[in-house]
């Protein structure tokens, strides 16, 4: 699916999609609902979507080595669940932007999760507040 660029998902700051490294736009730094699945290795979802800029990829999203016993991830058709994941160039409009669905699982209620997003030579790290406030 495709949407215009930069997406901000909501006209309230509190819900606004944040931009990183100019080419994908991430959830809020605080998501407060986290489902209980009750079943499996992650017990605990929320699912938040991601939309990389039209032209620009890949994209490489990971959790850190220290979080990969409490956190992953998954985003895109197929991808599973993961501790990394790679989103490959899509389109060539940079006005607009791909949409991946997906979202954050977790062995535990909450929590401030770092992810590691690298485009090219530059990478960053986001925080996410899932359940509770990052500090």
Do not use: E
Not at 54 to 59: S, T
């Amino acid at each position: 699916m495709t949407t215009k660029w930069p997406y901000l998902a909501s006209r309230d700051p509190r819900f606004r999609y944040r931009s990183v490294l100019r080419v994908v736009s991430v959830p809020p730094a605080y998501i407060s609902q986290v489902v209980h699945l009750r079943d499996g290795a992650w017990p605990y979802w929320r699912k938040a979507g991601l939309v990389v800029r039209a032209g620009r990829g890949p994209i490489t999203v990971s959790v850190p080595p220290a979080w990969r016993k409490r956190a992953a991830i998954t985003w895109g058709g197929n991808t599973g669940i993961a501790s990394s994941l790679r989103i490959a160039r899509c389109g060539s409009d940079p006005i607009h932007g791909n949409a991946y669905p997906g979202g954050f699982y977790l062995r535990s209620r909450s929590a401030c999760l770092p992810l590691v997003f690298r485009a090219g030579s530059h990478s960053t790290t986001v925080r996410f507040g899932l359940g509770r406030r990052c500090r």
